[in-house]
C-alpha cells in the first residue's frame, strides 16, 4: 500500500516521505490481536502532525512511522463482536497510520458513517467533533441557553465546538483572526464573530450582556487572560489546545474573585480505555449529523502525496475547518 512515513523531525518541509508498505495486520496497539481493517478514502489532517514532524508531540513512535489519527473508509474486516462489518462506511480514529491506503483502528473509536456525510467530512467527525461533545458536556457542564465563546472559531475544533454548542441549545459567539476566518465562523453557525482586535474582549462582553457562561479555547497565548475576563460568574474556561504557542499561567485571584473555573478537557487520555463513554458521545454526535446540526467544514484537500502542503496550510495559520488528504476517489 501507499503510505506517507515520517522519517525525520525537521518540520513539514522535509520530514515527509511516500513509501511502499506491506499491507497492516489486523491488529490495532490499543487492541492487540485485533482491529477494523479499513481502505481509507480521506485521511484527516491535524495540528498533532505537525508537531510531530518536529518531535513536539507528546506521543513520539519511533521513526519512521506512519502518522494520521483520523480516517474514514469502507471496513475491509472487523472483530466478529464489532458492532460494524465488511462494507460498512465508517469513520474511525486510528490514532497514527492514517496516512495509508490501508489503516487498523480499534473497535470502540470506530463509528457507522452516516449516509449524508461524505468521505472527506467523515474524516473531520471524530477527532474534533468527539473532542468538542466532550469539552462542552462532560468538562465544562454546558446547560441549554447559556452562552459559549469559541476562540479559533474557524479551526477544525473551532467549526466543530460551534456546531456542537448550537445542537445543545446554545448562543456561540466566535473569536478570530481575519475576515476570511469570519466567513468560516458564520458558515459553522457562529451567532456572533468577533475579530480579534485590542478590544474583542469589550465586543464579547457587550454581546453576551456582560459575560459569557463557557469559554472553549483551542488557543491559549496571550489571549487566554482576556478569554477568563469574559466570563459571568460560574463562567467555566475549558483548556483545549494550545496553538497560539505558549502555554498560559493563571493568576488563581481571579477565579477567586470572578468565581470562575478554568477546566482542562484532554479527550483521547480520558476516553482511550472507556469504550462504553466512546459509544455514547459517538452517538450523541451521530444524532446531531441525523438532526443537521452537525455537518464538517472541509476546508483544503490535498491528494495523500501532497501531505507536506496540508501541514504547511496549518503550520501557516491559513487552515480553515478540516484540511483532508484524499486517499481513494469516491
Ligand atoms: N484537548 C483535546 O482533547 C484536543 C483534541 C483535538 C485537538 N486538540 C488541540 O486543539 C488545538 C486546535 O486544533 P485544530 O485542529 O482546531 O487546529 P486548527 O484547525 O489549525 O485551528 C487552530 C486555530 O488556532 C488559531 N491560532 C492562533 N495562533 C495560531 C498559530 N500560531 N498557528 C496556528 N493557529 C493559530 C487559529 O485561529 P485564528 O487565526 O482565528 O486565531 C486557528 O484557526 C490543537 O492544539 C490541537 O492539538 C486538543
Redesign the pocket.
Known sequence: MKAIQIVSESGPDSALELVELPEPEPSHMLTPGAGVVIDVHAAGV???E??QTRGE?QLKPPLPFVPGSEVSGVVRSAPSEARVNAGDRVAAFCGLGGFAETAVAPEFFTFALAPALDFAQGAGLI??Y??AY??LVLRGRLKEGETVLV??????????ALQVAKGLGARTIA????DA?QRV?AQAGADDVVL?NDDWKDEVRALSGGGVDVVLD????DRFTDSLRSLREGGRLI???????SIPQVKVNRLLLGNTEVV???????VMGKPDLNREVGAAVNRMVDERVIRPIV?ARFPLERAGEALHA????R?????VLDVRSG
Open positions: 491535524s495540528f498533532p505537525v508537531l508531540y477527532l474534533n468527539h473532542t466532550f469539552a476562540q479559533g472559531g474557524a479551526g477544525g475544533v473551532g467549526t466543530a473569536v478570530v483572526s481575519n476566518k465562523a480579534l483551542p488557543v491559549g497565548g483548556v483545549v489546545g494550545f496553538t497560539g504557542g482542562g478537557a484532554g479527550w483521547g487520555a480520558y476546508g496549518i503550520d501557516e495559520r487552515a480553515t475547518g478540516k484540511v
